[in-house]
Nanobody, 120 residues
Framework: VQLQASGGGLVQTGGSLRLSCAASGIIFNVNDMGWYRQAPGKQRELVAS???????HYADSVKGRFTISRDNAQKTVYLQMNSLKPEDTAVYYCNALLRPTYWAGERAYWGQGTQVTVSS
């Protein structure tokens, strides 16, 4: 199982970016998916999550600016980030709770991280 994230980059304050993360490999079921971020010297924090049924949750710091969505058929999660601020600068990691096979238990898998830098 692999989670491949893409879409990071350098953007000015007020700009937008869209992150994507696709799960691939032998996968029986994908449950919750989400995005975390980690800024230098800080702990990794949850940015947004989405259930298989589409229920979303956002960190207070990104509410109204970020939108998480997913395509269950493509096993892909997206993060649309608008009105970006310098404090959004971090490495963004995607996360998925999934079962590789029918017999395997559910556990969390992580993408490799993608850098988002917002210049002031």
């Amino acid at each position: 199982v692999q989670l491949q994230a893409s879409g990071g980059g350098l953007v000015q304050t007020g700009g937008s970016l869209r992150l994507s993360c696709a799960a691939s490999g032998i996968i029986f079921n994908v449950n919750d998916m989400g995005w975390y971020r980690q800024a230098p010297g800080k702990q990794r924090e949850l940015v947004a999550s989405i259930t298989k049924g589409g229920t979303t949750h956002y960190a207070d710091s990104v509410k109204g600016r970020f939108t998480i969505s997913r395509d269950n058929a493509q096993k892909t999660v997206y993060l649309q980030m608008n009105s970006l601020k310098p404090e959004d600068t971090a490495v963004y990691y995607c996360n998925a709770l999934l079962r590789p096979t029918y017999w395997a238990g559910e556990r969390a898998y992580w993408g490799q991280g993608t850098q988002v830098t917002v210049s002031s």
